[in-house]
């Protein structure tokens, strides 16, 4: 915990503003996310990569580009006004960030504004040092560029690499986190689908579930015309071949506690000899050329040293236009503002929420884009100017009609390396959580969500769940929930809020393909209790059942539905005003005392509750003990599990109680103060603790 946050109404600001352009009223007002490049230089030269692999001839060109170095301070001046309200900020770009010589500082100076901060590194550099800083700090994510489950596979495309110097590094961050009984940072890998790392991609699962990994996303390879020994080694997704490798990684991850999330088959999926030549050609940038030989993976390093670097001219570099230099009657042609062929069907939503800024101070839209023109530069303009000057406005009223500034999104448009959905409510979530942890105290204005979890055989998870935005009024509204094309689900279920609620749910249809409405009936599961057509939900997770939909043909889940918050609070103030309570006690090794211990209200009179408390960052956690209600009772326990970071839940085994007896699962406590002693994993950081309990007291209440 931290001193008292100071920008919490400008996150509030940012957030109620993207909200308001979600539903079409306004433009965003700041950027959620910043990119900033603070180091366009490397210390790899992958094989893979256009600007510094060694194995590209014309990588002098390349480099020679862009004047090379470190982002200058000046630039965080300069962006004030956007740090103070964004939610995340991202400290890389084209380069190592960690090789900037006053990273640990740099990063200091960023957390001021109250964000939170990731990077992407190779992850040579996770010292000792780095890590401790880097867990005490609490910065939110660490991406490691990493593929290949064996030395071999690593070392002869991240030329330069050290595979056990990275997987050393991913262990010593997950061991300090443990050490901390810190969440954060998360550990997340991004991965590439080189054909011969998938052929092991089970293995790298194991690999990195061994290191602490929280998250692996798996990548297609991007093919380059100055890279053409490499293009035959990208992967392609067959269904019977990668396709049954991904579904056992799957298993594998679900079974480890991390997730896999692939970004690979969307784009890159081909069942014919055909449908692969197309997705090559999809992924490749520039012309191929078949007269190039491909070189086995186990001869680029040693290829790399034969290849001449070719240099180019001499040439003087100038601050490029920008299209803050630009008017109203030459921005389109500046930027060649047109519809893309073949037409998209989708929004990008890029530059309405991202602010890129490279190491020389120039501002794209996002950090897919190519660098053929810019919308300002910062030696020129403040970031505030740009986010609502010229070029972002332009470019935000094209892609309203389906135009993009082809200068700078043209190759990801045919290559489709946008984002595939718009990860705005996680973000929100996300930033929240992290705030909690930081500031020991709720973000005051976390943004309303309904959220629908899709079980297709193996249970329901965050990465399996769909979010939709609410608006927490007694007006009706129609939430759609678009499965597209998921495996058929086995199990759906829609939590209406992600908090307390009351909620009417006035109509549930599910949607086929052909458009044909299937009805479909839903069971609350936690309920508190229900009030004139109303079911209330006094727990932080409110969960109800969907049953009765064609599992086949659910291409869309329509729901109506209305909230009341009188109602809610009605309840809650009832709750507020009970005399029972249930307690939590937690040994952190020097025994239970009532200072570190968590109070719920009870109202016995509704039969079954559900209680959760949050522990947060709490660390060295021994054993718990769980008093379920300040009074004799009769109880049935139907739920008892722990949260661990991760969001997997875990069972608690009950080690000693003081009940009197027991029969057919009911505990008879005779006692004012019932007990129940729960045993903790050390080794394993909680972040909830949920019970549910049916109550019957023993004396009138």
């Not at 995340?88 to 190592?96: A, D, F, I, R, T």
């Not at 109203?328 to 073949?342: H, K, M, S, V, W």
């Not at 209790?529 to 727990?539: K, L, P």
């Not at 009772?633 to 661990?644: G, N, T, Y």
Request: charge should be negative; proline fraction near 6%.
């Amino acid at each position: 915990m931290t001193a008292k946050p100071g920008f919490s109404t400008h996150k509030q600001r940012t957030i109620k503003s993207f909200q308001g352009h979600l539903e079409g009223r306004e433009s965003p007002g700041h950027p959620l996310e910043i990119f900033l490049e603070i180091s366009n230089v490397c210390n790899l030269k992958c094989a893979m990569c256009s600007v510094f692999s060694e194995l590209n001839p014309y990588r002098l060109y390349a480099l020679k580009s862009e004047e090379r170095g470190f982002l200058d301070p000046k630039y965080i001046e300069a962006l004030e006004p956007l740090l103070s309200h964004t939610l995340l900020v991202h400290c890389y770009g084209y380069g190592e960030p960690t090789v900037h010589p006053e990273f640990v500082g740099l990063l200091d100076s960023i957390l001021r504004y109250e964000v939170l901060v990731d990077f992407f590194t190779n992850g040579m550099n996770l010292g000792e040092e780095l890590c401790q800083f880097l867990v005490d700090r609490k910065i939110f994510r660490v991406t490691v560029s990493f593929s290949g489950a064996s030395p071999e596979d690593y070392e002869n495309v991240y030329l330069g690499g050290g595979f056990d110097t990275v997987l050393d590094g991913l262990a010593r961050l997950h061991r300090i986190k443990t050490e901390r009984g810190s969440r954060y940072p998360e550990i997340e890998i991004n991965s590439i689908a080189f054909q011969h790392h998938m052929d092991r991609i089970v293995d790298f699962v194991a690999l990195m579930a061994d290191r602490g990994v929280n998250t692996i996303y798996l990548k297609p390879m991007h093919a380059y015309e100055t890279l053409p020994m490499l293009h035959a080694h990208g992967a392609v997704m067959r269904p019977q071949v990668e396709g049954k490798l991904l579904e056992a990684a799957h298993r594998l991850a679900r079974q480890r506690g991390l997730a896999l999330v692939d970004e690979f088959s969307n784009v890159a999926t081909a069942a014919t000899p055909e449908e692969e030549a197309t997705v090559r050609g999809r992924l490749l940038w520039g012309r191929g050329d078949g007269n190039v030989a491909t070189v086995p993976i186990a001869e680029l390093k040693q290829t790399a040293k034969t290849v001449k670097a070719l240099v180019p001219p001499k040439a003087e570099r100038a601050r490029p236009a920008t299209a803050m230099d630009q008017t109203a009657a030459t921005i389109d042609q500046f930027l060649d503002i047109r519809t893309p062929e073949p037409a998209t069907g989708f929004q990008c939503s890029q530059p309405f929420k991202t602010f890129y800024v490279n190491q020389q101070g120039a501002v794209r839209p996002c950090c897919f884009g190519f660098s053929n023109a810019y919308l300002g530069h910062l030696d020129a303009h403040d970031g505030e100017a740009i986010w609502s000057g010229i070029g972002f406005s332009q470019t935000r009223a094209a892609i309203r009609q389906g135009q993009y500034p082809m200068k700078i999104c043209a190759a990801c448009l045919k290559q489709k390396s946008y984002p595939k959905i718009d990860n705005f409510w996680s973000m929100v979530s996300a930033y929240a959580g992290w705030y909690k942890a930081r500031f020991g105290e709720a973000f005051p204005a976390m943004a309303d969500y309904a959220q629908l979890y899709i079980d297709s055989g193996e249970g329901f998870s965050e990465a399996e769940s769909i979010i939709h935005g609410v608006a927490n009024t007694q007006d009706v509204q129609t939430l759609e929930f678009k499965l597209g094309t998921r495996p058929a689900p086995r199990n759906l279920r829609l939590d209406p809020m992600n908090g307390p609620t009351a909620v009417a749910i006035h109509k549930i249809t599910a949607l086929g393909p052909d458009g044909r409405e299937h009805p479909v009936r839903f069971l609350p599961l936690n309920m508190t209790e229900a009030r004139t057509g109303q079911m209330v939900f006094a727990c932080q997770d409110p969960q109800i059942a969907l049953v009765g939909f064609p599992a086949e043909s659910c291409h869309s889940l329509v729901v109506a539905l209305s909230y009341a918050q009188e109602t809610l609070e009605q309840v809650l103030a009832q709750r507020q005003g009970s005399a029972y309570c249930a307690q939590l006690f937690i040994d952190t090794g020097t025994g239970y005392s009532e200072a570190d211990s968590m109070i719920q209200p009870l109202i016995p009179s509704l039969g079954r509750q559900d209680i959760a408390f949050e522990l947060g960052e709490r660390a060295g956690i021994q054993a718990f003990r769980f008093d379920p209600i300040n009074t004799a009772a009769r109880m049935v326990i139907h739920e008892a599990e722990a949260i661990d970071h991760t969001g997997k839940p875990h069972p608690l085994a009950v080690t000693l109680s003081n009940f009197s007896g027991q029969r057919d699962g009911v505990l008879l406590f005779e006692t004012d103060d019932p007990q129940i002693h729960l045993e903790a994993a050390p080794d394993r950081q909680y972040r909830q603790l949920r019970f549910s309990i049916g109550y019957q007291l023993l004396a009138p209440q």
